[in-house]
């Protein structure tokens, strides 16, 4: 089993939909979520942290749950420019920086 | 501006050459890190530094080396022991250890085989 699962998708939407990503983690103690967003044959880039509380920014809304071992992202009023790929990122245990990604999962935003 | 500088952009190696690639940070960063990429995978953690003078290898550390004799500097040397190096390469680097920091990347390095 992989430690950090994602649907590959591609999840094909229209301009103006909501859009919703779930992630799976198999280690239960893992301690920090974040999720980045990688465009076409570029770097990733952090898109935002993810809390226990859930966390939103603007459009953005990303929650975790710690009992059943996932996070979800969620795009409001998705646009052109939201198409790309988002990756589910862990980090194992406190202490230790290393991040494992997920494969991620392909957004296209079609008008 | 602060971030992170890869180069080159793409690289091609001959069979049985070692190459390096470059990563050099301005953030004053301590920890850094190299990842491979393959097309339709996660990225996958090649070696780690989380101070100056100090690296641990990742995951699939076979076949590369690197060094980290300044804090700025991270290069990683894809050597003939590594068979497949055809992948897209990624440098890192968060402010430290912890696993609260997220990473920050640089734009990457192409190495394909000739």
């Known amino acids: 089993r992989k430690e950090v699962e994602q649907d590959p998708g591609p999840f094909n939407v229209p301009e103006g939909a909501t859009v919703a990503f779930n992630c799976t983690y198999s280690?239960?103690?893992?301690?920090?979520f974040f999720w980045y967003r990688q465009d076409c044959r570029k770097e990733p880039k952090l898109l935002m942290s993810?809390?226990?509380s859930g966390n939103e920014d603007g459009r953005f809304t990303a929650q975790l749950n710690r009992a059943s071992q996932y996070i979800s992202l969620l795009i409001r009023d998705s646009k052109l420019s939201d198409s790309a790929t988002y990756l589910c990122v862990v980090t194992p245990y406190s202490g230790y920086n290393k991040l494992i990604f997920g494969a991620g999962t392909r957004l296209a935003v079609h008008p | 501006d602060g971030g992170i500088t890869q180069s080159p952009k793409y690289l091609f190696r001959k069979e049985g050459q070692n190459v390096t690639l470059s990563c050099e940070q301005n953030l004053n960063h301590d920890a850094m890190y190299w990842y491979r990429q393959d097309p339709g995978q996660g990225l996958r953690l090649i070696y780690y530094s989380q101070i100056v003078n100090d690296f641990q290898k990742g995951d699939i550390a076979e076949g590369y080396s690197v060094s980290r004799e300044k804090k700025e500097s991270f290069p990683l040397t894809v050597t003939s022991a590594q068979k497949n190096p055809t992948a897209f390469y990624l440098c890192?680097?968060?402010?430290?250890?912890?696993?609260?920091?997220?990473?920050?990347f640089g734009d990457g390095t192409r190495l394909s085989i000739l």
């Open positions: 280690n239960s103690a893992s301690q920090s």
């Open positions: 890192a680097s968060s402010t430290g250890p912890g696993g609260n920091q997220p990473q920050h």
């Open positions: 993810v809390y226990s």
